[in-house]
């Protein structure tokens, strides 16, 4: 990821429209519209999850974007009118359609977050081109939202702790799998064991197999979380404050010892603030500045 050039070829007068972000996931699709001329402290006026397909044409996926944007109840026809976009896309089969989609989509050219597209983020990382773009988004919007040092942790098909340094450089994180890969992987390795719909348990000493299993996925994935948030702080030699995004994390924050900020739409805010970085065209002499570290 580069501190410096800018992805964007823009000239020109800004164009009246929204911001359209796109984060593709294994699991799930999310889309935010964020109103013209936004700032750092933006929430998305409106969002929008879709299942994500294994495969997807461009016209698919415009077609997506373009009813997103139509539909949303945001005030005022400039803001149903996407003038920019950018995309998040772990998936590498579904990145040129969904390119493709919103270059039609904004008129323009759509970041893509990926190596080249300035972060604003010192990567102290072996190989910064290995970290998902998603990742990147959650590190962006951790710090801007926390300040430094400071932990962002994503439920989703996998469990992502980006970790922001005193100084403010992304320090790296953590993988691990997911509650529902977890849960999944019980099932089919173990012939004895059943699926299982996801949901707190009420104590840890389970009285069936299913409360079983409950507790050592649900609670076990909150056990981990935990120790990992204690021994970063401990490598970090501070204490940080933690903000949790993705799958249920108002529900799954209620478990963990750590307090933490619950932001659904961290990633997506992270996706904006990528695109006030890098989006070079005038602004208006009355429009609010972009925040986020332009270093």
Request: net charge negative.
């Amino acid at each position: 990821m580069s501190q410096g050039r800018s992805a964007a070829h823009g000239v020109g007068p800004r164009p009246e429209g929204g911001v359209l972000a796109v984060d593709v996931g294994n699991t799930t699709t999310r889309l935010g519209l964020f109103l013209p001329g936004g700032t750092a402290a933006d929430e998305p006026l409106a969002t929008f999850e879709l299942t994500t397909p294994e495969r997807l044409t461009a016209d698919e996926a415009r077609l997506q974007a373009a009813q997103f944007a139509s539909l949303s109840p945001a005030p005022g026809e400039a803001s149903r009118k996407v003038a920019g976009c950018i995309l998040s896309c772990v998936v590498p089969a579904l990145v040129e359609p969904w390119r493709r989609a919103l270059d039609a989509t904004c008129g323009g050219r759509a970041l893509v977050v990926g190596p080249g597209l300035r972060t604003g983020i010192r990567m102290d990382y072996h190989d910064p081109s290995e970290v998902g773009p998603d990742r990147i988004a959650d590190a962006v919007a951790a710090r801007a939202l926390l300040g430094a040092p400071a932990i962002a942790v994503d439920m989703g098909t996998t469990v992502n702790i980006e970790v922001i340094d005193a100084d403010g450089h992304f320090a790296g994180g953590v993988i691990a799998p997911g509650l529902a890969l977890g849960a999944s992987a019980l099932a089919t390795s173990a012939a004895r064991l059943p699926r299982i719909e996801l949901a707190a348990p009420s104590h840890v000493i389970g009285k069936s197999t299913r409360e079983a299993m409950l507790s050592g996925v649900v609670l076990g994935e909150a056990i981990r979380v935990d120790g990992l948030v204690a021994r970063i702080e401990r490598e970090l030699g501070t204490p940080a404050p933690v903000v949790l995004t993705g799958d249920d994390a108002a529900s799954f924050s209620q478990l963990l010892d750590h307090e933490c900020r619950v932001d659904p739409t961290l990633t997506l805010r992270g996706l904006h603030l990528l695109y006030l970085a890098n989006d070079r065209r005038p602004r208006p002499r009355t429009a609010p500045r972009g925040g986020g570290d332009q270093s």
